[in-house]
T-cell receptor, first 111, second 114 residues
Framework: GQQVMQIPQYQHVQEGEDFTTYCNSS?????IQWYKQRPGGHPVFLIQ?????EVKKQKRLTFQFGEAKKNSSLHITATQTTDVGTYFC???????????FGEGTQLTVNP | DSGVTQTPKHLITATGQRVTLRCSPR?????VYWYQQSLDQGLQFLIQ???????AKGNILERFSAQQFPDLHSELNLSSLELGDSALYFC?????????????FGPGTRLTVL
């Protein structure tokens, strides 16, 4: 079955440093979504990428979808303490199939 | 607030017992998903219902069952509970079939099995 892997599992940064998490799928994806879960909270949808090579930005967050549609990344520029949480990618193999979540990257930001 | 409600918020019970977790999806959403999240773990997909019918099954134990009712709320039944079943259980809902079929998560039910 489809597998979605995320690295790193944990990342500790100083406030102001950049952060990147990577997501790799064992199969080609129809689309990929990113979610953020704050400590003690529930996952919240951030963005969806659909096109090969797509890049989307949300303020300090940059999301990329690979050319082969098998990998994706989330990059945060100049982290802030409000960025703390676990970031999950979730891939859909074909349109309409269920999402498969990665294991998540837990980000800690030291002030 | 995602619009998805889950009850109860916390549940403490003993091994061997049976519990029922309840989820009400966002208004208009036909699909309900159940996930299990153990401490510092990822989201393990359990099961999906769409408009009352089972749509997809993940790593759901035989001791666990779920259903979606005509009013679209869903219940997850966990029986013969074991210590390892202690986890956060999330329900999510989506429109299903929409071009951007994102999932909206409820606040979760924290289950503690003693």
């Amino acid at each position: 079955g489809q597998q979605v892997m995320q690295i790193p599992q944990y990342q500790h940064v100083q406030e102001g440093e950049d952060f990147t998490t990577y997501c790799n799928s064992s199969t080609t994806l129809s689309n990929i979504q990113w979610y953020k879960q704050r400590p003690g909270g529930h996952p919240v949808f951030l963005i969806q990428l659909v096109k090969s090579g797509e890049v989307k930005k949300q303020k300090r967050l940059t999301f990329q979808f690979g050319e082969a549609k098998k990998n994706s990344s989330l990059h945060i520029t100049a982290t802030q303490t409000t960025d703390v949480g676990t970031y999950f990618c979730a891939g859909r193999e074909t349109s309409g199939s269920r999402l498969t979540f990665g294991e998540g990257t837990q980000l800690t930001v030291n002030p | 607030d995602s619009g998805v409600t889950q009850t109860p918020k916390h549940l403490i019970t003993a091994t061997g017992q049976r519990v029922t977790l309840r989820c009400s999806p966002r208004s208009g959403d036909l699909s309900v998903y159940w996930y299990q999240q153990s401490l510092d773990q990822g989201l393990q997909f359990l099961i999906q219902y769409y408009n009352g019918e089972e749509r997809a099954k993940g790593n759901i134990l035989e001791r666990f069952s779920a259903q979606q009712f005509p009013d679209l709320h869903s219940e997850l039944n966990l029986s013969s509970l074991e210590l390892g079943d202690s986890a956060l259980y999330f329900c999510a809902s989506s429109v299903e079939g929409a071009p951007a079929d994102t999932q909206y998560f409820g606040p979760g039910t924290r289950l503690t099995v003693l």
